[in-house]
């Protein structure tokens, strides 16, 4: 797997980094904390990454990813959707929220 960083903004209103990058690959798609992990290598920083879209080009190996990066997991939850969050922690996150919030009404 290859990344090449395409623009990368720094945006202080929200405390975030935006990234837009290419991304060249073997076989199938990447799954999407492949693809977080190679993205905190190609630019050096920890953080919590939330990839917003993921846009495969038809019959290549290779996509477009745009990708936000938060100082901290609590700082993307007060800003992104929930189910941006829940897309990036993986179903099992979702599936637990869902749980808690049916123990909260008995």
Do not use: H, W
Not at 7 to 32: D, V
Not at 48 to 63: C, H, P, S, T, W
Request: include cysteine.
């Amino acid at each position: 797997m290859d990344i090449e960083i395409e623009e990368r903004k720094e945006n202080k209103l929200f405390k975030r980094e935006e990234i837009k990058c290419n991304l060249r690959y073997e076989g199938k798609t990447p799954e999407r904390q492949k693809i977080k992990e190679e993205i905190k290598n190609a630019i050096g920083r920890d953080g919590f990454v939330v990839l917003q879209y993921i846009k495969q080009k038809y019959g290549e190996n290779r996509a477009k990813v745009y990708a936000k990066i938060y100082p901290s997991e609590a700082d993307a939850r007060k800003i992104e959707p929930s189910y941006i969050i829940a897309r990036n922690l993986g179903i099992k996150e979702e599936k637990k929220k869902k749980e808690e919030k049916k123990e909260e009404k008995k």
